[in-house]
């Protein structure tokens, strides 16, 4: 099993521009999770889901998009980016929502 | 607010001296209680977790912590440091459904 997979590894992009990160897990787990994480502030929570075609909304929502059309998948968007959003971003997943999550390698991004 | 606070932002010890790494949480209920370390460029990893049925929990890689209620404290301990074991660790808190909170991290150095 490759357990939880982010694409792309490394992103540049510059202000304004869009991307979208891809989230893929094959645990058949029910919940997925986009985190980002800055220096010295620990993880926190984007957007997560609770099943296939359901989104909602985690601390710190604004400027991002979330989809979950299949269960095994979560993207996460960024429309029109902002430096502010420059940071590593990490999926993850769990059975049911008290279980603990696992994490993919996570995705660097830079925003010029 | 629920919030978890780890007491150092830098841990160094010696390799085969005891580590300690300390976590104090403040939910109001009964918490599932999780660490993860993060080694440099990688994802998040578990290392251990307590859901309320014993309160010393092992974890793996020769790491431990004792959940104590009366001290609101979750602190991960290892007799005997070892090189591969410098990294970051977080102390991280259930938050009741759907929810991680993170504490902000403690950075462990290991010399030789």
């Known amino acids: 099993n490759a357990g939880v997979t982010q694409t792309p590894k490394f992103r540049v992009l510059k202000t304004g521009q869009s991307m979208t990160l891809l989230c893929a897990q094959d645990?058949?787990?029910?919940?997925m999770y986009w985190y980002r994480q800055d220096p010295g502030m620990g993880l926190r929570l984007i957007h997560y889901?609770?099943?296939?075609?359901?989104?909602a909304k985690g601390e710190v929502p604004d400027g991002y998009n979330v989809s979950r059309l299949k269960k095994q998948n979560f993207l996460l968007g960024l429309e029109s980016a902002a430096p502010s959003q420059t940071s590593v971003y990490f999926c993850?997943?769990?059975?049911?929502?008290?279980?603990?999550?696992?994490f993919g390698p996570g995705t660097r991004l830079t925003v010029l | 607010a629920q919030s978890v606070t780890q007491l150092d932002s830098h841990v160094s010890v010696s390799e085969g001296t005891p580590v300690l790494l300390r976590c104090n949480y403040s939910?109001?209920?009964?918490?599932?209680l999780f660490w993860y370390v993060q080694h440099p460029n990688k994802g998040l990893q578990l290392l251990l977790k307590?859901?309320?049925?014993?309160?010393l929990v092992k974890g793996i890689n020769g790491f431990e912590a004792e959940f104590k209620k009366s001290e609101t404290s979750f602190h991960l301990t290892k007799p005997s440091a070892h090189m591969s074991d410098a990294a970051e660790y977080f102390c991280?808190?259930?938050?009741?459904?759907?929810?991680?909170?993170f504490g902000a991290g403690t950075r462990l150095a290991v010399h030789p």
């Open positions: 993850a997943s769990s059975l049911a929502g008290y279980n603990e999550q696992f």
């Open positions: 645990m058949n787990h029910e919940y």
């Open positions: 889901s609770v099943g296939e075609g359901t989104t």
């Open positions: 939910s109001s209920y009964s918490p599932s």
């Open positions: 307590y859901t309320s049925a014993a309160t």
């Open positions: 991280v808190d259930s938050g009741g459904y759907n929810k991680l909170i």
